[in-house]
């Protein structure tokens, strides 16, 4: 952001909005009848509020005597002993979020968990303090008021409002409702006059949905009616211009989309049409696609690592879609998943609710993960295998009403297995004022990519991607960048079945330059030879590496970095070491192999490489790769290797070592396979296309037997009309 520029209009702060007094917030009920003070309008409030979209009440009472509850008292616990109410000691970036007073709301929290007053005292008296000198604070951001700007007045409408239905009718005194009241009708004023125009990113729309929110709560606001109508427009807009068409949100950021998906979840509840929106559904399907089999999602594009179980059980309840609570389940305990469905209120259409009990008590097995999933909008291919899986990152980068969050990185990836992170990244910062943010956390050098000269990626990536390679035993994501200010491309192959690894292929035709590989674990990474390394936990699972080159021309790096770590068992991420390996050379040629193990023992692997051929070698298991050719063979004896499966992509011969299995007239993809002792091809072409094959018998296309026509030597000749997928049976593989 510009130094002297503000993400927001001009300064819009005046008395309607931070000085309301008690008849100025009479009148924006619409001086009723009877009402001349705080208590009559208490009162009345009292009798014509409606209920906030997640009611305390219930959920204070489906967390009774469980861990959660304890949660809450350790949350509460510093406001018996007193807080600094100004914030100044939280630095630039969280002095902001200080104001949104996500502290104050544990005190009522725990008033009701335990009835003790002292709680609602701390609320009162920290409240009070606040409002008492919030007009005198400053923030560092230009033109950025601390307290009154979008994600100010969106967060303190998010935590007090749920509290007015509990705090209307209880000891808490006049005065201070009165001044609450008073900070949500002015915070809804400001979002009003701020957000007349549609703006992308997260901001506006969050503000928006808590404007929506507060005209539904408290109806008899004159101004209710023009605050709903102008947040409903803005939200249409957002869900059109900034939600993306395979359902993430504009920013790419896993932690902004749930924060905005639970935003949209909340109208959802006020206006249940929202919820038959598709935008809604694929936002929802969007955090299914990136969730790991930990329940976790990595922290991409300063993201957190977010853990959507409850987003998913909320979408399941709005959505009316069962296979969303099945999913939610894996993750959450059966206290966690009463105590998330208890606060969701019941529906007043009695088949709906029906349906709704039904999907709480089912039980039956989740539907297992597409192998390949691609985000084309938001930039991302998830690869899956049997235990593994691989998360790609190609897109865009993107703007942000402060700073972007999108990190200086393109084409690089996170692997994970078995619930753990296997290779990682820098992910987002503890907070926006740490020094390492731009040199750490969003630059090149925390993550899984190769850079040049250690400058930093452009925000002009200009990256293309090739067709996904996508079958039963493999897939293969290639693609092409020029954000360092050279060409560059990176293929990531992924191999399904036992054994699983990954090959990473980088090339860059580019002379004079320092060319760095960089890749991090969890774990340290413990060389054992050169170029080959391990980082593994104490009793697994780990990740082997060997680097395919010259170790005399590469020099290679460690150190390590900060990066939160997902703990599965407690469903957190905590920050802990990331360790670093950058390989370095002059020419920007890498061949990468990473070969992920469940256990500590290491896995028996030899990788070798001449001019043309990268032999990957697991004793009983061997896989030759060429630029367009995989094979796969089984070793039975010393000098005896039988074929598995062998693929060619946009190729017109596949050969298995001295063999040649078929030959095209035009490009295609294939797969040979070997089923019952005989090969079945697969082949998919463009258009009509010539096959030769040597046959053992009777040929099949697609379990219709062809006179193939005989061609030299022992080879026929068949056509396959048009452009699709094939299956041909009938073919020697010997």
Request: hydrophobic share 40%; charged share 25%.
């Amino acid at each position: 952001m510009n130094a002297t520029s503000s993400p927001e209009k001009p300064r819009h702060i005046d008395d309607r909005i931070n000085r309301i007094g008690t008849d100025d917030l009479i009148k924006a009920f619409g001086s009723p009848p009877g009402v001349h003070d705080l208590g009559t309008l208490r009162s009345f409030v009292a009798e014509h509020q409606r209920r906030p979209a997640w009611p305390l009440w219930e959920w204070v009472e489906a967390i009774r005597s469980t861990p959660a509850a304890e949660a809450v008292l350790a949350e509460a616990a510093p406001l018996l002993t007193g807080v600094e109410v100004t914030g100044r000691e939280h630095g630039r970036s969280r002095r902001y979020g200080f104001h949104y007073l996500g502290w104050l709301s544990p005190g009522v929290h725990a008033w009701l968990l335990t009835g003790e007053d002292r709680y609602l005292r701390a609320f009162e008296k920290h409240l009070d303090d606040w409002v008492e000198q919030r007009d005198s604070l400053t923030g560092e951001w230009p033109g950025l008021d601390v307290i009154w700007y979008s994600l100010g007045t969106w967060a303190r409408c998010r935590n007090l409002l749920p509290t007015l239905e509990v705090l209307t009718d209880s000891p808490l005194s006049d005065r201070v409702w009165g001044r609450m009241v008073a900070t949500l009708v002015g915070g809804a004023r400001w979002a009003y006059d701020e957000h007349d125009v549609f703006r992308h990113g997260n901001w506006q729309l969050v503000s928006a949905a808590e404007l929506l929110h507060i005209s539904s709560v408290l109806p008899d606001l004159v101004e209710g009616d023009s605050w709903a109508a102008r947040a409903r427009a803005r939200i249409d807009e957002h869900l059109l211009l900034d939600i993306y068409p395979d359902g993430g949100h504009y920013e790419r950021s896993p932690g902004y989309h749930k924060m905005c998906l639970t935003a949209l979840q909340m109208v959802a509840v006020i206006d249940p049409e929202l919820a038959s929106h598709p935008k809604v559904a694929a936002m929802h399907d969007w955090l299914g696609a990136l969730v790991s089999s930990g329940g976790w999602i990595p922290h991409l594009q300063d993201s957190q690592v977010e853990w959507p179980a409850t987003a998913l059980l909320r979408g399941s309840y709005l959505l009316d879609n069962p296979a969303l609570a099945r999913i939610a389940a894996q993750w959450l305990t059966p206290e966690e998943f009463a105590a998330e469905a208890a606060m969701l209120p019941e529906w007043r259409d009695p088949a709906r609710q029906r349906r709704w009990a039904a999907t709480l008590a089912d039980q039956s097995a989740v539907a297992s993960q597409p192998r390949t999933t691609v985000l084309p909008d938001s930039g991302y291919a998830i690869l899956h295998g049997n235990d593994v899986r691989a998360v790609i990152n190609y897109g865009p980068h993107i703007e942000h009403e402060l700073e972007s969050h999108s990190h200086r990185a393109v084409l690089d990836l996170t692997i994970d297995g078995w619930q753990q992170p296997l290779l990682w990244e820098a992910g987002g910062p503890p907070s926006y004022d740490d020094p390492e943010y731009l040199t750490w956390y969003q630059s090149g050098r925390g993550h899984n990519t190769v850079l040049v000269d250690d400058r930093e990626l452009s925000t002009d990536r200009g990256v293309t991607v090739d067709p996904l390679v996508d079958t039963e035993q493999l897939a293969i994501f290639s693609g092409h960048h020029q954000g360092n200010g050279v060409p560059q491309s990176r293929t990531i192959a992924l191999v399904r079945e036992e054994p699983a690894f990954v090959v990473v292929s980088d090339s860059s035709p580019a002379e004079s330059h320092t060319f760095r590989a960089c890749w991090h674990s969890v774990h340290p990474w413990r060389e054992l030879e050169p170029l080959t390394y391990d980082a593994s936990s104490a009793d697994g699972p780990g990740l082997l590496l060997v680097e395919v080159g010259d170790a005399s021309t590469t020099t290679a790096e460690v150190s390590e970095g900060t990066a939160r770590r997902p703990l599965v068992d407690r469903r957190v991420a905590e920050y802990g070491p990331l360790h670093s390996l950058a390989l370095k050379r002059e020419a920007g040629v890498f061949t990468t192999v990473l070969v992920p193990h469940a256990t500590a023992e290491l896995p028996n692997v030899r990788v070798t490489r001449d001019d043309h051929e990268l032999t990957v070698d697991h004793g009983h298991t061997v896989d030759r790769v060429r630029s367009s050719t995989w094979v796969r063979t089984t070793r039975t004896h010393v000098l005896t290797e039988l074929l598995s499966w062998a693929m060619g992509w946009q190729v017109r011969s596949l050969v298995d070592r001295d063999h040649e299995l078929l030959r095209t007239s035009e490009d295609v993809d294939v797969t040979a396979g070997v089923v019952d002792g005989a090969m079945r091809l697969i082949v998919t072409c463009s258009g009509r296309c010539g096959v030769w094959i040597r046959p053992t018998g009777h040929v099949l296309v697609d379990g219709v037997h062809v006179d193939a026509e005989p061609a030299e030597r022992d080879w026929v000749h068949l056509t396959l009309p048009y452009a699709g997928s094939w299956t041909i049976q009938g073919a020697r593989h010997d």
